[in-house]
C-alpha cells in the first residue's frame, strides 16, 4: 500500500482559535448581538476568553459544531469574546469560561448548557433545542494512522522521515495534543518525504514495549538515516513542532503550512549570484554559464530550485537589472489573492524567494 502525502485543503489554518472551520461560527459582539440573537433562529452562544486554557481546548469541537450547523436555517452557532465585551459577558451572567448558553427563537432570555464539552455533544442538545437532525461534519484528518499491519512500511520506509506519536485513547495529554498534532500534520501535508503518524500504543502494546513506550503520549522521530528512531523532547505547540522538522528534514514551512523566506534558497549559489547582478551585460554570459555548472551538481528538491535559479537568471540576461523586482510584485499580487491552491501557493512562494536574491 503507498502512503501519499497529497491532500486537498480548503484554506490556510490560523494560530490560535482559527482552523479549517473557523469562520463557520459566528463572530458576536456588542454591536451585532441583538441582530443575531433572539431573531429567527435559536442560538447556542459560547462566552470565552482567548487566554482560557479551556477554551482553547474546546476549541477545535466547537469550531466542527459551526461547521456542521452552518447551513442550518433554524440554529445558529456563535461565540463572544469576553475579554473584548466585558459589558456583553456580564450582561448575561458570565463568571468563569467557556459558559455555553442557548437562546431560544425569538428569546434574549438563555438557559445554560451544563453537559459534555464534544461537538457531539454540543449538536445532540442543539438539535433538541432547535428542532434539528444535524449530524457533525467529519474532518478529514492529514495524521497517518500507523498498526501493526502498516507500521514498518511507513516507518521504516528510508524514503521518508517520520515523526510518531505513540498515545493511549484515555491519556488527557494526548487528548489535548491532538488538535495540535493535527495541526501540524496539515502544516507538513505538502511535503511527500515527511510524515506525521500516530499508534494507538494502548492497542498495539507490542510494538510500544519494542520502541521503549513507557508513558503517553511518547513522541519518536524516525529520519531516513536512523530507522531505530529517537526520542522528540522538544515543545509541545505547533512552532516547536515545525522548528523540529524545518531542521531535522531540511523544509522550510511555519506553523500554518506556508513555506518561510528561507525556502528554496541554495547558499552555495548566493555568491555566484551576487556576482551575475553586480556585473556588466559582458560578463553575465560567462556568470550564467557558470552557475548552470553549479545547478548540475544539485540532487533532490534543491535540483528543482537550482531550475528556478537558472531561470531566474536567464530572465535577468534578457529582460535586463529590473526584471527581478518586477517580477517578484507580480508574484506578490498573485499570492495575496485567496483563491489559488496550495500547491500554486508553494510554487509562487518559491520563484518569490529566489528572485530576491536576483535584487
Partial sequence: ??????????????????????????????????EEIGQERGALVEFYA????????????????GASFKKSKSVLIGKVDCDEHKNLCSKYGVTGYPTIQWFPKGSLEPKKYEGPRTAESLAEFANNEGGTNVKIAATPSNVVVLTA???????????????????APWCGHCKNLAPIYEKV?????????????????????????KYGVSGYPTLKFFP???????????GRDVDDFASFINEKCGTSRDGKG???????????????????IST???????????LEEEVEKLKGSTARHG????????????????????????????LDKSSISPAKIDEFTLRKNILSTFV
Avoid at 459566528?26 to 451585532?32: A, F, I, R, S
Avoid at 531516513?224 to 522538544?234: L, M
Avoid at 506556508?258 to 541554495?266: E, R, V
Fill in 1 to 34: 500500500m503507498a502512503i501519499s502525502q497529497i491532500w486537498v485543503t480548503v484554506g490556510i489554518l490560523a494560530l490560535l482559535f482559527v482552523s479549517t472551520f473557523a469562520d463557520d461560527v459566528v463572530v458576536l459582539t456588542e454591536q451585532n448581538f441583538e
Fill in 50 to 65: 482567548p487566554w482560557c486554557g479551556h477554551c482553547k481546548k474546546l476549541a477545535p469541537e466547537y469550531e466542527k459544531l
Fill in 149 to 167: 499491519d502498516n507500521f514498518d512500511e511507513v516507518v521504516l520506509d528510508e524514503s521518508k522521515d517520520v515523526l510518531v506519536e505513540f498515545y
Fill in 185 to 209: 500534520a496539515t502544516a507538513f501535508k505538502m511535503e511527500d518525504d515527511v510524515v506525521i503518524a500516530n499508534l494507538d500504543a494502548d492497542k498495539y502494546k507490542d510494538l510500544g514495549e
Fill in 224 to 234: 531516513k538515516s536512523n530507522k531505530a528512531g529517537e526520542d522528540y523532547d522538544g
Fill in 258 to 276: 506556508q513555506l518561510t523566506s528561507k525556502a528554496g534558497i541554495i547558499t552555495d549559489l548566493d555568491a555566484l549570484v551576487k556576482e551575475f
Fill in 280 to 290: 556588466g551585460d559582458g560578463e553575465k554570459k560567462a556568470l550564467f554559464s557558470k
Fill in 307 to 334: 531550475k528556478i535559479y537558472l531561470k531566474a537568471a536567464k530572465s535577468c540576461l534578457e529582460k535586463g537589472s529590473g526584471y527581478a523586482k518586477n517580477e517578484i510584485e507580480r508574484l506578490q499580487r498573485i
